[in-house]
């Protein structure tokens, strides 16, 4: 019979299969390349198969469902990685278990987040997301205003990690993470330390690592189909 931690293990070899021939087809080392299992919609206990398989970084999209997700994995050694929306209503709650947050796209966003990362006395890293097609349903900032998000950031107390994005749907993923790239040297040439490049998910990690990802996003390669679309 196969257990689920039989199928999680099968699931992570060919993700890890799959990053290490991307890198190898870009001339990258793998062992810089950061998998962040998104978990979303599944529950507490593959969190804890994953960690038992050496996943390290676990990525969720809603407070509400990461909290205490998070809290019921307390015990395991894991970062935490919150990649969804994110309402400034939202950041106290977020700023108290996650280690990384992906989807700062706005000033008040910066402030929000940066006032409950320094009244929890928690270091918190902050990647700015950029918006690479335009619709503004799917968060980011414009490309041509990520520097000035990074420089609020950088004025502390949160870390300023880099940048992430999510490819157009449907579009070529290629001239998007191009794009995402010179964004992060952008900012790189002001704040050399930030060095984050989120970008990649189950679909397209070889084009998002072709261009420069340091962390690809996985949820479905590894965990399965989800069976509610949450974003
Ligand atoms: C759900 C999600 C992922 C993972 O997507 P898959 O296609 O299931 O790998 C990555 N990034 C973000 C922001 C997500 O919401």
Redesign the pocket.
């Known amino acids: 019979m196969t257990t689920r931690r039989d199928e999680l293990a099968a699931n992570l070899a060919a993700v890890r299969a799959r990053i290490e021939r991307a890198c190898q087809a870009a001339g990258r080392d793998p062992a810089g390349m950061t998998l962040?299992a998104?978990t979303?919609t599944f529950p507490p206990e593959d969190v804890r198969l994953l960690a038992g398989l050496g996943v390290t970084d676990i990525?969720e999209?809603r407070d509400q469902e990461a909290r205490p997700k998070h809290d019921a994995c307390a015990d395991l050694p894991l970062r935490w990685h919150f990649?969804?929306q994110l309402q400034t209503n939202k950041c106290r709650s977020v700023a108290s278990y996650a280690d990384v947050v992906?989807?700062v796209d706005r000033m008040a966003l910066v402030d929000a987040l940066a006032h409950a990362a320094d009244t929890r006395g928690r270091a918190v890293t902050a990647l700015v997301q950029v918006s690479l097609d335009d619709e503004p349903g799917r968060g980011g900032v414009a490309p041509d205003a990520a520097v000035a998000l990074a420089d609020a950031i950088e004025a502390g107390p949160l870390r300023l990690g880099g940048v992430?994005a999510?490819a157009p749907l449907g579009g070529d993923p290629e001239p998007a993470f191009a794009r995402l790239a010179e964004v992060a040297a952008a900012i790189r040439a002001r704040h050399p330390q930030a060095t984050m490049v989120s970008a990649g998910?189950?679909?397209d990690l070889e084009a998002a690592i072709g261009h420069g990802a340091t962390h690809v996003?996985?949820?479905?390669?590894?965990?399965g189909h989800?069976a509610s679309p949450?974003?």
Do not use: P, Q, Y
């Open positions: 962040v998104v979303k990525g999209n990649v969804g992906h989807s992430m999510v998910m189950s679909s996003r996985i949820g479905t390669a590894l965990l989800r949450v974003g």
